[in-house]
């Protein structure tokens, strides 16, 4: 397993940003990803990087407004939130999978096996 450690959340007004930075511990991770979740929802994807590829993904609610970025060297892996809205407001978590990741299960909570502890973003209206 990777240790991971969050870190960046916070709150802030609507139309505002944020930006999450993910410490990896350990070996290379060839998937990262963020997930969410908000109060009585269940948990939800919102990024991820592939490092075979370095190709990105985004959950539809975010695309356009959040950037996901991996540094290979470091083993970070940082959200950059723009414009933020009230309904980002949530729990957000790193995860990472050290074995093969497709992009068919990139999306999936269940691909990875490392997991932090979480981060409040909160975004008031």
């Known amino acids: 397993q990777v240790h991971l450690v969050e870190s960046g959340g916070g709150l802030v007004q609507a139309g505002g940003s944020l930006r999450l930075s993910c410490a990896a511990s350990?070996?290379?991770?060839?998937?990262m990803a963020w997930f969410r979740q908000a109060p009585e929802k269940e948990r939800e994807f919102v990024a991820a990087?592939?490092?075979?590829?370095?190709?990105?993904y985004y959950a539809d609610a975010v695309r356009g407004r959040f950037t996901i970025s991996r540094d290979n060297v470091k083993n970070t892996a940082d959200l950059q939130m723009d414009n933020l809205k009230p309904e980002d407001t949530a729990v957000y978590y790193c995860?990472?999978?050290?074995?093969?990741?497709?992009?068919?299960?990139?999306?999936?909570?269940?691909?990875?096996?490392?997991w932090g502890q979480g981060t409040q973003v909160t975004v008031s209206s």
């Open positions: 990087s592939r490092w075979a590829d370095k190709t990105t």
């Open positions: 995860a990472a999978r050290r074995g093969p990741v497709s992009a068919q299960t990139i999306r999936d909570a269940r691909t990875y096996d490392s």
């Open positions: 350990g070996l290379r991770s060839n998937g």
